[in-house]
């Protein structure tokens, strides 16, 4: 059992998760498109689906959406949305990886094969998936107290730095009332969206209570206006829009002078990967107990090693290896365009899941109350 | 059982991994490191160019002093190509990671600085926090250059471009992910600072004029003098003298703050003027006059700099708005300040010709040194 204030870490990994890849590309490809708007909107909105959330699930003390639905739902249909649930999960995790995976080849180690690193990194996160939810929150706990500090330096350094070009994010910002495009409002409010992750977690809360609300709003508004802002101050206004991987050309135009090292970009780099490699596990892990959720009858967790939890384990071991092939496909079919596409996909899609994942969660309260 | 197979299967896999990283990776020993390189046109053939690389020579002890570097030259038709074909040349992997300095030709500059320049963003290896220079008479000969001071091969271009080692106000300071950014933006154009030689004695570099371009070509180099001004314009607390005369006596100043800060205000429709207020404090370093200074004549003499740094700063700024191009970035700030996105670019384009300019400078005189 863990305390509320793993929530809030979720919340941050997946804020923290999004200075990179896909939200400021798009963000920055919109940004004389309504982006800006798009992220102001996306902020209450952002807000509005979490306090949803977190009113409806502490309904449902110590259950997972697993239980809730065996309970609430008609079998098939439970089943049915736990699959579509994984799969959201499920890509939500692949495009991180593939896209590291695409970051690793171009800025660190060209030579290696890409295929190389994409196993190494599916070894780390399905051996992390499998662990108990418990140690994969601490785990959190622990990667984040490391990295935050040296992601507040690194941002620190950007705002502060005499090469910050303001004028151009003014030039930015002066396209305010631009009416905001779909994709934009998608992907601004995925910032928001470390709380999904509670529909598994939610059972090892003791008692999920979750104040300071305005602190979320701020420190996620904050990361989506740096995501789409530090690279428009670093790259130009119409330049932030010719680089692949805005945010690290960004830390590549830092330098630390006295330092061990010169470019920044190493840093970022260590850090991004731990990020991304702890937000994997996560969402394997969240997408691995959906799928079992729905192939197997709920049990108790507290089940000791018994001959039903070694058949658990092996079932376990084939999804992982399932998720794992999967990417590893996908990998090898996608290119840096198509990678983009499907990250673009995947936000919009994530969208309405979470819209669909609240409605669901709503009529079992309503069930709820009614059998009550 | 079962967790033997386990092992083995693990153990197999993560030899296989030494095995697919080792053979691709190679070793600093087996590494030149490119410190620098340069860009000149061939006379008689516009189709190919003259590319310079130099290359730091791996000495057993750097506190010896002993420095050794290789000059690689090849003509070719792209820079992609001429890096393969270089690569024949030598025994050991190139390697871009290290260059700091990259040199156009000025008579290449005149021509274009872009298939250079976007070669080295694109490239995943080379910094985007190199320093671009512009050298004269040609690349070749700049490089060919090491002062005695330099104690690592190629090292004394970088250091007094980054201001790390020098600190001259004569040294216009930038980067490559500036000039990439200016290229892209629009209302604001790239300078590069240009590194000359010494005639005669020993070799020397010089580096004190500033490049001006509009989005590719150098269009005018100013004079050291001009570049000076240029600097304390563009930057903070630049380290620098100023001289005025009084009474027909010379006196120089010596500057540890400045600040420079303008506005844009559009007098009547189509008519703009930039108001500049200019904040120098400062000692005074040397006088011709000999005898005492009073109280009254050292406000006479902050009145004497005010006028004369203005009407330096004026000139320079007509100088500059005739060349056609934008180096300050007046642009890029109108268009951040205004809402109209859709008609800002024209209306500026219309008024930038016809821009005039008022420059109120501030001199604030602290003391007189050690004697008055």
């Given amino acids: 059992m863990v305390r509320s204030v793993y929530f809030y870490y979720l919340f941050l990994l997946n804020a923290l998760m999004n200075l990179v890849n896909f939200v400021p590309r798009i963000l920055i490809g919109d940004r004389f498109d309504g982006a800006v708007m798009g992220v102001m909107l996306a902020i209450p909105i952002g807000m509005l689906f979490m306090y949803l959330f977190v009113r409806m699930i502490t309904k449902f003390p110590g259950q997972g959406f697993p239980e809730i639905f065996a309970k609430y739902l008609p079998g098939w249909l439970g089943k049915l949305i736990l699959f579509l649930l994984a799969f959201v ?103 928001f969206s470390g709380y999904a992750n509670v529909v598994i977690f939610n059972r090892v809360f003791q008692k999920l209570r979750v104040r300071h609300y305005w602190a979320i709003a701020l420190i996620g508004g904050m990361t989506a206006v740096m995501a789409m802002l530090a690279p428009v101050g670093f790259l130009g206004a119409e330049g932030a829009g010719f680089h692949v991987y805005p945010a690290f050309s960004t830390v590549d135009s830092l330098r630390i002078r006295y330092f061990i090292i010169e470019r920044m970009i190493y840093i970022f780099y260590v850090v991004y990967l731990c990020l991304s490699l702890v937000n994997s596990i996560i969402h394997w892990h969240v997408a691995k107990e959906m799928v079992l959720g729905a192939i197997e009858k709920p049990v108790s967790r507290s089940q000791d090693r018994g001959p039903s939890q070694k058949k658990r384990d092996t079932k376990e071991w084939w999804i992982l290896a399932f998720f794992s092939a999967a990417v590893m496909v996908g990998a090898s079919l996608m290119d840096q365009f198509s990678n983009n596409l499907i990250g673009i996909w995947f936000l919009n899609m994530r969208l309405w899941a979470e819209l669909l994942l609240l409605i669901l969660l709503a009529f079992c309260v309503l069930r709820r109350r009614s059998r009550a | 059982m079962n967790r033997i197979k386990q092992g083995i299967l693990l153990l197999c896999f993560l030899t296989q991994m030494l095995l697919v990283s080792g053979c691709e990776f190679r070793d600093i020993d087996l590494r ?112 060919n250059i090491s002062p005695a001071t330099e104690r690592i091969a190629g090292n004394a271009k970088a250091l007094a471009l980054s201001e790390e080692g020098t600190e001259s106000p004569y040294i216009v300071k930038t980067y490559m992910f ?69 009474h027909g006596n010379h006196y120089n100043l010596n500057v540890d703050r400045s600040r420079a800060v303008y506005q844009i205000i559009t007098t009547e429709p189509g008519k703009g003027e930039i108001h500049y207020k200019i904040t120098i404090g400062g000692n005074l370093e040397e006088k011709d006059d000999y005898n005492k200074l009073s109280h009254g004549e050292l406000i006479e003499l902050e009145k004497s700099f005010n006028e004369s740094v203005a009407k330096d700063v004026e000139t320079l700024l007509l100088k500059i708005r005739d060349t056609g191009t934008d180096p300050t970035g007046f642009g890029l700030r109108y268009f951040g300040t205004h809402w109209n996105n859709a008609t800002e670019k024209q209306q500026w384009k219309d008024m930038y010709p016809g821009i005039t300019f008022k420059v109120d400078v501030q001199v604030d005189i602290k003391g007189t040194g050690y004697s008055r």
Wanted: a negative charge; glycine letters at 4%.
């Fill in chain 2, 32 to 143: 030149l490191f490119i410190v620098a390189m340069g860009v000149d046109t061939v006379e008689d053939n516009p189709d190919v160019l003259k590319y310079t690389f130099k290359v730091a020579v791996p000495m057993g002890d750097p506190k010896s002093g002993e420095i050794k570097s290789l000059i690689l030259t090849q003509v070719s038709s792209s820079i992609a190509k001429a890096a393969r074909e270089i690569k024949s040349k030598v025994d050991k992997e190139l390697d871009f990671g290290h260059c700091k300095t990259v040199l156009f030709g000025e008579s290449y500059a005149r021509r274009s600085i872009r298939e250079m320049q976007e070669w080295t963003v694109r490239r995943r290896d080379t910094q985007l926090i190199m320093y671009p220079a512009v050298a004269v008479p040609d690349a070749e000969t700049v490089l």
């Fill in chain 1, 89 to 191: 999960w499920f890509s939500a995790s692949s495009v991180t990886l593939v896209g590291f995976m695409d970051v690793t080849g171009r800025y660190i180690s060209p030579d290696v094969s890409p295929y190389t690193i994409l196993i190494g990194f599916l070894a780390v996160v399905c051996l992390g998936a499998r662990r108990s939810s418990e140690s994969i929150l601490y785990a959190l706990e622990i990667i984040l107290f490391i990295m935050v500090p040296l992601i507040v330096y690194m941002t620190y350094r950007a705002i502060s730095s005499p090469y910050f070009q303001w004028d151009a994010v003014k030039q930015v910002l002066t396209y305010f009332w631009t009416a905001p495009t779909l994709t934009s409002v998608a992907a601004a409010t995925y910032i």
């Fill in chain 2, 178 to 246: 500036d000039v990439d950014r200016r290229i892209r933006d629009e209302g604001i154009d790239p300078f590069l600072p240009v590194i000359g030689i010494v005639e005669g004695g020993s070799p020397m570099l010089n580096i004190n004029k500033v490049a001006l371009l509009d989005k590719e070509k150098v269009r005018d180099i100013l004079a050291p003098e001009d570049t000076k001004i240029f600097n304390l314009l563009h930057v903070r607390n630049l380290r620098t003298d100023l001289e005025t005369m009084m």
